[in-house]
């Protein structure tokens, strides 16, 4: 079973490495390659509010497995579509400390249906974005609807191009 997830997680990293994917610049309804490493691997980013390092992102665990460097605390909800949340952790390359917790969101991250592909979040993004239901121009927020899964994220209004997506923290059944 250890080799299957190690696969699952090896065709995930090899989608995000891809030339095609890993040089696109984004814009439009496509996230560019940094975004969409934030939203599927995560990172660590210094916030000024707390005075201190957090984790980012990390809304994809293949066949339920962390990425290397990265972990989950218990699984708090769980919506029948497969998307639940978890706190999370990313191992810190400059210790210390070793592990920085998400200082936002009270620590938690959503994630996409452990059965979905790098590639299928990809598309299920763009797709959700692109069909959004609602964009608040004010704080460049918007939420869309795409392969049974409530997906939520960040927008640039001045252009209209899509900054990230994650699952939604309320999955509703169906849509509005």
Known sequence: MAGKHKGLIKQAINYLNHPAVRNRAGGGTRM???RLRHQQVGGITYSKKDNALTATGYHHRPGGVDHPGRRIGPVGDRWDNGVYSATIEIK?????????????????????????????????TSE?????????????????????????????????????????????????
């Open 92 to 124: 810190n390359p400059k210790p210390p400390p070793p592990w920085v917790p998400k200082l936002t969101t009270d620590g938690k991250s959503t994630f996409f249906p452990n059965d979905w592909s790098a590639e299928r979040i990809d598309d299920a």
């Open 32 to 34: 560019s390659a940094e």
């Open 128 to 176: 959700a974005f692109r069909t959004s239901v609602s964009k608040d121009a004010a704080k460049g927020t918007w939420k869309g609807f795409a392969d049974g899964v409530w997906i939520e994220g960040r927008y640039d209004p001045a252009t209209g191009n899509i900054g990230h997506g994650f699952p939604s923290g309320n999955q509703q059944t169906g849509r509005p």
